[in-house]
Nanobody, 122 residues
Framework: QVQLVESGGGLVQAGGSLRLSCAPS????????MGWFRQAPGKEREFVAA????????WYADSVRDRFTISKDNAKNTLYLEMGSLKPEDTAVYYC???????????????WGQGTQVTVSS
């Protein structure tokens, strides 16, 4: 079973930046899309951004568009999320996920990481 390991979370002041990374334990030919979701306390897990692993198509939630950038390094088999202009409402546990079909709903993703905490102070 593929394991996804996130890193890069932490505490940052509002307006600051962070970069999250996600490295799958193995490469699989069935991985078509990889994405980031987040879950704030007391809220449902929500979509943040996703991309096609072999390709250039990306999707973003409206709440992060123009502030966050999802990218990948195929050679390193690593997914990134560059987060800028961070706001206190971005505080959440961020999860990396992979799936076999393009999707922005969590039920379409097959594998999930354990999550990394991002806290934005005001």
């Amino acid at each position: 079973q593929v394991q996804l390991v996130e890193s890069g979370g932490g505490l940052v002041q509002a307006g600051g930046s962070l970069r999250l990374s996600c490295a799958p334990s193995e490469r699989t030919n069935s991985t078509y899309v990889m994405g980031w979701f987040r879950q704030a306390p007391g809220k449902e897990r929500e979509f943040v951004a996703a991309l096609v692993w072999i390709g250039r198509t990306t999707w973003y939630a409206d709440s992060v568009r123009d502030r966050f950038t999802i990218s990948k390094d195929n050679a390193k088999n690593t997914l990134y999320l560059e987060m800028g202009s961070l706001k206190p409402e971005d505080t959440a546990v961020y999860y990396c996920a992979s799936g076999r079909v393009p999707a922005i709903t969590r039920d379409k993703y097959d594998y999930w990481g354990q999550g990394t905490q991002v806290t934005v102070s005001s």
